[in-house]
């Protein structure tokens, strides 16, 4: 396993700890309550980046 497994685990809980206070950043901070559509655009994204990180590290 490579570094980049450990940062794929921590890009997942990172992810985790925005879905439970309801913010997520890009440039900026994107709250849940006010721009649901574009917090869980990004949100998706950064999930996607999480895991495709986690994969690659495994080899």
Not at 27 to 51: C, D, G, S
């Given at each position: 396993?490579?570094?980049?497994?450990?940062?794929?685990?921590?890009?997942?809980?990172?992810?985790?700890?925005?879905?439970?206070?309801?913010?997520?950043w890009?440039?900026?901070?994107?709250?849940?309550?006010?721009?649901?559509?574009?917090?869980?655009?990004?949100?998706?994204?950064?999930?996607?980046?999480?895991?495709?990180?986690?994969?690659?590290?495994?080899?």
């Amino acid at each position: 396993m490579s570094i980049w497994f450990y940062v794929g685990i921590g890009l997942i809980l990172w992810q985790l700890y925005d879905l439970y206070i309801g913010v997520t950043w890009t440039f900026r901070p994107i709250y849940r309550k006010y721009e649901p559509i574009t917090y869980w655009l990004v949100t998706i994204i950064w999930i996607i980046i999480a895991i495709a990180t986690l994969i690659s590290g495994m080899y």
